[in-house]
């Protein structure tokens, strides 16, 4: 039987879009669970420099890609997404995109304010603190902003896999492959 998948052609995203979107996302991930799932393994291993580095590379990443996401537009969407689907995938995606930028901010403010210890990049070099004062009140809603917001990222997140994999088992569209 012919699917959607194979009855078009794929026009896939940018190979430099889709590098940036893998690594970004393998990324996030790594910190989602490891911010979270954090303080329960903290005995056995404190996984928060790594996070804390992996973070700040995560917000550099996503400027770069922000910045290259000006420079073109994206394949059309099948036409077989309504409109509420399309607008729900648009404000996912504007969301992430927003939560790229936030969740390394706010925890490099909280992490400049709170923290004796040095944020460092893969052991590789140390980067700077902002001049943030411990128990001010930047500080404290950076610090409560970066749990909320962190917990509303892992459920975009989640939602977005799994709509991913939706359009790619059930209604067995491109839109899963033109972006890997
Ligand atoms: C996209 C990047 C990031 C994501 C998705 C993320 C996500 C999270 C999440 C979900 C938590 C658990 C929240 C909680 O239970 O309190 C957390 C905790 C934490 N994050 Fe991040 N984070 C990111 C970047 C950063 C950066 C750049 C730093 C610091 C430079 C940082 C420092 C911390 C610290 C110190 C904690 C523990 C907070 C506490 O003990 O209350 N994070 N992060
Ligand atoms: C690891 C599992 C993931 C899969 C399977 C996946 C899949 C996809 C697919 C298929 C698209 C294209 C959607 C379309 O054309 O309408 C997309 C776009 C996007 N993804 Fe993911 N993604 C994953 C993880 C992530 C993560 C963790 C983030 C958050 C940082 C993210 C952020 C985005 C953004 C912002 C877009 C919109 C790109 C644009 O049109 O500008 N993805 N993703």
Known sequence: MATIANTQAIVRYNAVARALHATIAALVVFNLVS???????ENF????PLHKGTGMVILVLSLARIGWRFTWTTPEWPTTMGRLQR??????HATLYVLMLVLPVTGWIMSSANSKYPISIWGLFEWPKLAVAKGSALAEVSHEGHEVLGFL???????????ALHHHFIIKDNILRRMF
């Open 35 to 41: 911010g979270i799932g954090g303080e329960a393994i």
């Open 45 to 48: 291993w404190n996984p928060y």
């Open 153 to 163: 990222m892992a459920g975009l997140v989640v939602l977005h896999i799994v709509a």
């Open 87 to 92: 607008l729900t995938a648009k404000g996912t």
